[in-house]
Each structure stands twice: as C-alpha cells, then as structure tokens.
C-alpha cells in the first residue's frame, strides 16, 4: 500500500486536471480544523520510497495485477488509473482498469470479500475533521450488519483509530480534539489504507443577471431563493 501511494505522481494528475485541484499527502487536507502539515509519512510522487516499500514487502519481484475500478465515462478517473498504470509497469505489476457503473461499485463496497482491489472513490465531505476520518477510517461505517458504504470501501480496521474516533465523536474539548485529530493523522498514514489524492474547489457558473445567489460552502443552489433582473 505504501508503494502505491509513492507511486502516484499527483503532479501528472493535477496537470491532467488542468491545475484545478489541490493535492493530498495524508488522510485529511489543508483547511480541515486540525490538519497537520508535517504529518508523517507524507506520500509524495517518490519513486525510491516507493521500490524501497516494495522491496520490504513480499512482493518485491512483482508478477501480480491488480484491478482498478473507477466509474465508466469519468476521463478524470480513468486518468488517475493511467498514471498509476504507467508507475506501476516499472516494478512488473500489472494494473487492469476496469469501468463499471456507479451503482455496481457502491454495491461492491459493502463488504471485503468481492470488494474492489483499488476504486476511484470521490466524495463531497464539508471542513469537519470528524466527518472526513469517521466516514472513511471508522471500522463501524462499514463492519456492521447492513454493510458498508462507498467511503469507507479501504474496509480499514485499527482497534487504536476506532477508540480515538469514537472519542472524537463526544468529545467537547477543542484542545483534545485537536490532540486526537493529529494522533489519528499519524497512525492512518503509517498503515496507508487508501491513496489520498486531491481536494477540488466547487465550481458554480452563475449569469450576472441571476441575483439573490450567496455561496455557502456547497456546491447544490437553492433556486427558490433566486430571482432574475
């Protein structure tokens, strides 16, 4: 998992993007009360870390593949997996893009088994470092009996993270919840469940005709409140 995330060169993806997205080194980004810029590890494109992780695992030779599914007709996704294809050729692994429909994938992230190996998973989550490290890292939002959902499709479990989530939850304390947000960061990072990669801004075109719009951190409009001149 490590090799992976040494593996993705976030600058061909955000070129790929046109420069519209801000990149990812760790599980929560910048702007989120509570992120830790010098978090470590912080996954950047390096390919020496990457072989090294490689070669400390047991698959060092390679001689494998891998699936990578992403959501069919999402150039920006089947990108993502044509970066990673091309890092990955260097260590004799093979990655097999495989589109599917959104709704299979969703249906394929309830549980371990039949979920996918790697998934191109984006979501909208607001500035809440709860929300962000609960919804994705939280073994209970998806080991469960109705199963889990499409956030939390890494199926990640730390009994460590799990506590300090749940306290997290409950907790009043600025102070503590700071302290909690930078010890989770930490040991998130050190087990690399997923490949955080990018947050992007949202994007409303709005004619200068069309009044009474004001931006709330969301990128859904409520047209009842709008009037044209």
Known sequence: RKCLNYSFNRQA???SQ???IKDMTGPIPEGVPGYNPDNQPQYT???????AALDASPYAAGGFSIDFVYVAGLDFEEAGGLILLDELRKYNITLNLVPKN????VGACTAPVGG??????FDQFPPLADTWLIEKYSSKSWDRPTGGSFQ???????????A???ELKITVDADRATAIVTEVQALIAADAPDLPLYVAPNVIGIADRVKGF????????????????
Do not use: M, T
């Open 45 to 51: 494109y390096n390919p020496e870390l990457a072989k």
């Open 164 to 166: 300090l989530l749940d």
């Open 214 to 229: 004001n931006y709330f951190g969301d990128i859904s409009v409520d047209f009842w409140r709008l009037w044209i001149e």
């Open 116 to 121: 996918p190996p790697i998934a191109f998973i």
């Open 152 to 162: 939390a499709c890494s199926f990640y479990k730390n009994e460590q993270v799990d």
């Open 13 to 15: 993806f955000s070129d």
């Open 102 to 105: 959104w709704p299979d994938i």
């Open 18 to 20: 046109l420069g519209f």
